[in-house]
């Protein structure tokens, strides 16, 4: 299959046998037949191909094919930048608060950051536009039974999973404080970007 798409490019044919061939016809239609070791033996050295050449053009196409095969399976960086497929970002005022990249308790990464959202536009929603600037100092980090969750006033924003501290090397009150600064950097951006 390979040297059948290499051949369709033209890279890899019989066209230099196929010169050498026309060229001994040629020569013994207009001299007749030669002997054996004259000239025929010298025409054919002359528009033979380099057996080298066919060589490395397939070597170069392997080596193309290979490096293609190597950046696309490449893994993602080990840092906590990578967002593969299956993650999700909670962003807000231009600021990343959130980035979920396992499920929890069945939910996706995406459902997560759909109900964060909801739960963003709720908060702002029912609070009067005057009074949304005081809702940065209502962000804060709690507990509901053993889980540690984040909260604007009494509203439940996200509670903080066991898979992502262990993927950010933090503890879970460690992550939920890193994103609760988030939040806040993100929520004001948010309110400065679109005051009345």
Not at 58 to 82: Q, W, Y
Not at 116 to 139: F, G, M
Not at 167 to 178: G, K, R
């Amino acid at each position: 299959m390979f040297l059948g798409a290499i051949g369709s490019w033209g890279l890899y044919d019989d066209s230099c046998e196929n010169r050498v061939h026309h060229a001994r016809d040629e020569m013994n239609q207009e001299h007749g037949k030669i002997a054996q070791g004259g000239r025929r033996e010298g025409m054919e050295k002359r528009t033979m191909c380099k057996p080298w050449t066919k060589t490395t053009m397939m070597l170069f196409m392997l080596f193309v094919i290979l490096c293609h095969t190597i950046t696309a399976t490449e893994a993602p960086p080990a840092s906590g930048d990578a967002v593969s497929a299956h993650s999700a970002i909670v962003e807000l005022g231009g600021v990343t608060v959130f980035r979920f990249v396992e499920p929890y308790k069945g939910i996706s990464p995406h459902e997560r950051a759909s109900i964060i959202y909801r739960r963003l536009w709720h908060v702002l929603d029912t609070t009067a536009p005057e009074k949304r600037i005081d809702l940065i100092d209502q962000i804060r980090v709690g507990n509901i039974k053993n889980d540690v969750c984040i909260f604007i006033g009494d509203h439940l924003i996200v509670t903080i999973d066991d898979i992502h501290p262990r993927l950010n090397h933090a503890s879970p009150q460690e992550l939920a404080n890193i994103w609760a600064d988030n939040l806040r950097r993100g929520l004001a951006n948010y309110l400065r970007i679109n005051a009345p």
